[in-house]
């Protein structure tokens, strides 16, 4: 356009020359140069301007051929008079203000995106803190990245063939999408490999009407509503490595299903109660009955001026009921590894009681548990009793068989450096590793923790040819002690010891017994 402007001047100039030249003859002045130089002028210009345009499109066609024709800037059109209202504005989007973007698709895409409709266009924001994440400038539209790296090393006193091996492990690589379209529609995909298997983790759907979480449905395969360990923290915010005895052998980890869930009474009630296909670590269910899962969470102290240091103290249970129809997962029952079938699950951890290839859960299940949490401060204390009756056949022609499990841990956490916990969350790092000196030199944060945690399962287990007595015992008791570092608000470091007390000699490999297990524990935790 601008070349064009130039070219209409050069002509109105060279019009006006020819028709001035008589007057400043009659003025006395020096004459303007003949009409035919001022053409020659011109011609000479017009000439290098077609040169230099000529330039330009063999660089154009250079381009289009390296890059491909999709790389070829596109004109920009003018919507028709009925679009207007509905088409992108270019002087409200920079992005598409500074590139010259066109309100509606041109070229080879056009006739497809068109057959969409005319769809609205927005600038994204981005964002890197507890996650990547992108979001639209009315903040309706989100997508987030997050992604969770551990690696352990693992050091046995006691290891053998078939049982636990002292190495390096990685109990979990975690893939996690999450985001919202629109504020009351929210959605998350996750995916895992840990040791030994890679599957689908999450996949839901979270409605949230009138953009409030008074009242909320989650659908979908997510993390289920069964005890408050499970439920109310995150693996990568724990205070020891992996979940206390009884959660990680009997918690229902993952299931398909719906919920109702939400936070009432200005934070001081938390509440979830669903219906799920009922099998642990599967997708599929082998019944028509759904379990039914409950969750309630009370504050009472929330906002108390008079007990400020019980305003985060948390009591509460759940429940789980419903019938099984199931394989056993996992056939063995350990002590550091949480319950799957991964290949690597066996040489992870020492084992304490197997059942016999032949048993099945089958029949009526109940499960039940109190618990208690208080965060205050620095300190973090957590107290949790589990009970279950589950029913087992040890085989296709033997009657059902009740098992009951009891259980209960109690746990605390304490930063020596300083950081206040409301809940077992992400850290806010005070003085993040910083080795330069000055101002911002920090070692991180440290916390101590410890937790001792007991299970114990009916003789009717060995009474009822479920499990070998001679192999196996019923009871166990796990204490963990350890320190955590944070580096900073991604990276953990955990070092713990955990000494497992058995109720009977455990076979560790063939002629080899033994009635208690020591694991040297460190692992290094990537998450955002």
Do not use: C
Not at 57 to 77: D, H, I, L, N, Y
Not at 326 to 338: C, E, F, G, H, I
Not at 442 to 462: H, N, P, Q, T
């Amino acid at each position: 356009m601008m070349r064009e402007a130039r070219t209409v001047r050069l002509i109105l100039w060279a019009t006006l020359g020819l028709l001035l030249t008589p007057w400043s003859l009659a003025a006395g002045q020096e004459p303007a140069p003949p009409a035919s130089e001022i053409l020659r002028q011109f011609e000479s210009r017009l000439k290098a301007l077609e040169d230099e345009n000529r330039a330009l499109r063999e660089q154009m066609r250079t381009f289009v051929e390296t890059r491909g024709p999709e790389a070829a800037p596109e004109r920009p059109t003018v919507p028709a008079p009925e679009e207007r209202a509905t088409s992108p504005s270019t002087d409200s989007d920079p992005i598409s203000r500074d590139l010259g973007a066109p309100a509606r698709p041109v070229g080879p895409t056009a006739a497809a995106a068109n057959s969409r409709g005319t769809r609205k266009r927005t600038s994204l924001n981005a964002w890197l803190g507890q996650g990547f994440e992108l979001t639209s400038d009315n903040e309706e539209f989100q997508l987030q990245f997050h992604n969770e790296t551990q690696v352990d090393y693992r050091l046995f006193d006691h290891t053998g063939p078939g049982s636990a091996q002292s190495g390096f492990f990685i109990p979990r690589q975690i893939w996690a999408f999450n985001g919202r379209l629109t504020k009351s529609v929210e959605y998350m995909a996750s995916f895992q490999r840990g040791l030994g298997s890679f599957e689908l983790r999450d996949a839901f759907l979270n409605f949230r009407p009138y953009n409030q979480d008074k009242f909320m449905i989650k659908a979908g395969r997510y993390r289920v509503p069964y005890t408050y360990e499970f439920y109310a923290i995150s693996n990568q915010d724990l205070i020891s490595p992996e979940r206390s005895v009884y959660a990680i052998n009997f918690g229902n980890n993952r299931e398909i299903g719906v919920t109702a869930w939400g936070v009432l009474y200005d934070d001081r009630l938390d509440y979830a109660a669903g219906a799920f296909n009922g099998p642990r670590n599967s997708y599929e269910d082998n019944n028509d009955e759904p379990n039914f899962i409950g969750f309630v969470n009370a504050r009472p102290f929330r906002h108390s001026t008079r007990f400020e240091f019980l305003n985060f103290l948390n009591l509460g249970g759940t429940v789980d009921v419903g019938n099984s129809d199931d394989r056993l997962a996992p056939l063995p029952l350990r002590t550091s590894v949480n319950a799957g079938q991964g290949s690597g699950s066996s040489t992870a951890s020492p084992s304490f009681l197997a059942f016999n290839n032949t048993v099945r859960e089958s029949g009526p299940r109940a499960q039940y548990s109190l618990h208690a949490a208080l965060f205050y401060k620095r300190l973090s204390l957590l107290a949790e009793w589990d009970y279950s009756r589950i029913n087992y056949l040890p085989s296709a022609e033997e009657p059902r068989v009740p098992i009951l499990v009891d259980a209960f841990y109690v746990q605390a956490g304490f930063f020596l450096t300083g950081e206040h916990v409301t809940r077992r969350g992400p850290i806010e790092v005070k003085r993040p590793l910083n080795l330069k000196r000055g101002k911002d030199f920090g070692l991180g944060a440290i916390e101590l923790g410890a937790r001792y945690a007991s299970l114990r399962l009916g003789d009717d287990v060995f009474t009822q040819g479920l499990a070998d007595p001679n192999l196996w015992t019923n009871r166990v008791g796990v204490t963990d002690l350890g320190v955590n570092w944070y580096l900073n608000q991604y990276l953990k470091v955990y070092l713990d010891w955990q000494h497992s007390d058995f109720g009977a000699p455990v076979a560790f490999a063939p002629g080899q017994f033994f009635l208690t297990s020591d694991l040297y524990w460190a692992r290094l935790q990537l998450s955002f």
